[in-house]
T-cell receptor, first 111, second 115 residues
Framework: GESVGLHLPTLSVQEGDNSIINCAYS??????FIWYKQESGKGPQFIID?????DKRQGQRVTVLLNKTVKHLSLQIAATQPGDSAVYFC??????????FGAGTRLAVHP | GAGVSQSPSNKVTEKGKDVELRCDPI?????LYWYRQSLGQGLEFLIY????????KSGLPSDRFSAERTGGSVSTLTIQRTQQEDSAVYLC?????????????FGSGTQLSVL
């Protein structure tokens, strides 16, 4: 099946710093992108989404940036807190196709 | 219910036995996904149901895996003759399908351990 099974890279940041998590997506026809957060022992939780007709979208303490030219997506977290420690996944979707997840990045926030 | 419900939360089985994993999606959600997540890894797509359309089974790893969705609601993922490499967390997600803007809501998963 379609797999995103890789050893997860880890981003370590100090509490209060800004975090930037990057994701490269595969399908240039994808027109919808989502970021999910997964805490230990739980299912992924929606953070923020963006359509391909936008290049930036802001939420509460989070910003998603989309660069369609290089098929790159990033999630910026402002003033990172210990509660932000989790694994973060990007996902892409095109039209009526299924949602496909990226490999995931572990965010570790240190006091 | 308020969210996606999966049962059991944990399942320990012996190699060679069959297992059934259940997913109750959010009421009214027409799309339902099954994913598999091995320890410390990403989400592997297994199968996708959308309304009355034929399911997308392209992610099922072998013919030991099957899934059904009855009445457009509850889904069951069945693994026959389980193997140790089947050990993983099996996640179910549902969405109120509206074209491309598909926001999935996940259950907490079933942790399957095959001894």
């Amino acid at each position: 099946g379609e797999s995103v099974g890789l050893h997860l890279p880890t981003l370590s940041v100090q509490e209060g710093d800004n975090s930037i998590i990057n994701c490269a997506y595969s399908n240039s026809a994808s027109d919808y992108f989502i970021w999910y957060k997964q805490e230990s022992g739980k299912g992924p939780q929606f953070i923020i989404d963006i359509r391909s007709n936008m290049d930036k979208r802001q939420g509460q303490r989070v910003t998603v940036l989309l660069n369609k030219t290089v098929k790159h997506l990033s999630l910026q977290i402002a003033a990172t807190q210990p509660g932000d420690s989790a694994v973060y996944f990007c996902a892409e979707k095109g039209g009526y196709n299924k949602l496909i997840f990226g490999a995931g990045t572990r965010l570790a926030v240190h006091p | 219910g308020a969210g996606v419900s999966q049962s059991p939360s944990n399942k320990v089985t012996e190699k060679g036995k069959d297992v059934e994993l259940r997913c109750d999606p959010i009421s009214g959600h027409t799309a339902l996904y099954w994913y598999r997540q091995s320890l410390g890894q990403g989400l592997e797509f297994l199968i996708y149901f959308q309304g009355n359309s034929a399911p997308d089974k392209s992610g099922l790893p072998s013919d030991r895996f099957s899934a059904e969705r009855t009445g457009g609601s509850v889904s069951t993922l069945t693994i026959q003759r389980t193997q140790q490499e089947d050990s993983a967390v099996y996640l179910c997600a549902s969405s109120l399908y509206r074209g491309s803007n598909e926001k999935l809501f996940f259950g907490s998963g079933t942790q399957l351990s095959v001894l």
